[in-house]
Every structure is written in structure tokens, then in C-alpha cells.
């Protein structure tokens, strides 16, 4: 039980260029996300989906595209990067808060780096 | 609109002293609240959850916070802290729209003194 796996690790991109960070979990989760970790800021959510097939944006969309074609997939695209997505990407998933003992999951996290 | 407030950017305490870290939250009705903690390149890690029932919830490593309706507020505690508690603490809540999202506070950060 792997649990989240992002990949990359670290990522380096210039300008313009286009990347997908991938997001897997083997808890057969409905409910993933997408974060940005910035100094002072906290975490921020991009995107998320409520079940496979579906995704709905957050609090910081812009710039971002996602796709959830399998339910323990969740990847999260930048068409054309800027330097203002320099950041820390976090990706969780949960089934459900309803339950006491459920809560977000989270990955390891993927630093990128937009010169 | 849900918020989170974690008004101390930074604490400092020495190692053996108390601490507790204050998170203040907007939400109209009973929240589910959260504390994680982020070590230096790593994930957030679950310290404890506030789900209903009992307002004073006991975590991993020794970690307890009190729910406060009254005040709105979900203050993280530890009676005796460890060098090894220094890190990022975030508190957060959670929404109850059917989505499960996480509203996150800014974070505050404890350095640890030996």
C-alpha cells in the first residue's frame, strides 16, 4: 500500500514549456486534489475531483488544466508555464470525511521550478 | 465563506516549555477542524481531526486541541515540546458541500530551542 505517489520529484522548466505531474493512490479513493504550497500562503487548492471522470476548480485554477480518466489517477497539467508557478505541488485524496478516522492523504510533493 | 486563521506567522519555545499554536475558523456551522504538520521537504502529516462529540481531541505525539464554539477556535497543544516537534503547522477545516476540500490557514512555523 504505496498509498500517494506524485511524480516528478523536481521538475525544471522555462517559460512556455508544458508539463503533467501525475497523481496516483492505491486507496481507492473518490476524492482528489490538487494544492500549491507558497511561502506564507499556505496551501492552496487548484483543482479537485469529487469521482473519476469528473473535476471542478478551486480557489487557484488559472494556468491549470487536470483529467481524472482513472479513479486512482489525478493529473494536473500546465499548457504553458510561467514563473509565477514556481511553487510546491501537493496532491491528496480521501473517501470521506464523514467518517472519524478519514481525512486527506497526502503525496510527498513536486517542486517546480519555472526560470 | 470558510476561513482559517492561524494569527502566529512564527513561535519560538524552548525545549521542555508549553505550547500552543491558536487557529481561528469561519463557518456557520459545526466544522470538521484539522491540524497537520509539515517537516522541512516533506508532506503534511495528520496530527488530529475534530469530528464531533468530545471538544478536546487527543493526536499523534502527544498533541491535543480544544474546540471552542464560542470563540471559534481550534487551539493545538503540547504540554512539554521536543526538538524534534520543530516544523510547519497548518490548521485547516473542512468544507461540508459534498466535496471534502480542506480550507487551509497560512501556517505557523515552531523553531525549537535546545
Known amino acids: 500500500n504505496a498509498g500517494v505517489t506524485q511524480t516528478p520529484k523536481f521538475r525544471v522548466l522555462k517559460t512556455g514549456q508544458s508539463m503533467t505531474l501525475l497523481c496516483a493512490q492505491d486507496m481507492n479513493h473518490e476524492y482528489m486534489y490538487w494544492y500549491r504550497q507558497d511561502p506564507g500562503m499556505g496551501l492552496r487548492l487548484i483543482h479537485y475531483s469529487v469521482g473519476e471522470g469528473t473535476t471542478a476548480k478551486g480557489e487557484v485554477p488559472d494556468g491549470y488544466n487536470v483529467s481524472r480518466l482513472k479513479k486512482q489517477n489525478f493529473l494536473l497539467g500546465l499548457e504553458s508555464a510561467a514563473p509565477s508557478q514556481t511553487s510546491v505541488y501537493f496532491c491528496?485524496?480521501?473517501?470521506?470525511?464523514?467518517?472519524?478516522?478519514?481525512?486527506?492523504?497526502f503525496g510527498p510533493g513536486t517542486r517546480l521550478l519555472v526560470l | 465563506a470558510q476561513s482559517v486563521t492561524q494569527p502566529d506567522i512564527h513561535i519560538t519555545v524552548s525545549e521542555g516549555a508549553s505550547l500552543e499554536l491558536r487557529c481561528n475558523y469561519s463557518y456557520g456551522a459545526t466544522p470538521y477542524l484539522f491540524w497537520y504538520v509539515q517537516s522541512p521537504g516533506q508532506g503534511l502529516q495528520l496530527l488530529l481531526k475534530?469530528?464531533?462529540?468530545?471538544?478536546l481531541v487527543q493526536g499523534i505525539k502527544g498533541f491535543e486541541a480544544e474546540f471552542k464554539r464560542s470563540q471559534s477556535s481550534f487551539n493545538l497543544r503540547k504540554p512539554s515540546v521536543h526538538w524534534s516537534d520543530a516544523a510547519e503547522y497548518f490548521c485547516a477545516v473542512g468544507a461540508t458541500d459534498n466535496t471534502d476540500k480542506l480550507i487551509f490557514g497560512t501556517g505557523t512555523r515552531l523553531q525549537v530551542f535546545p
Open positions: 491528496a485524496s480521501t473517501y470521506s470525511f464523514i467518517s472519524p478516522q478519514e481525512t486527506q492523504y
Open positions: 475534530y469530528f464531533s462529540g468530545d471538544t
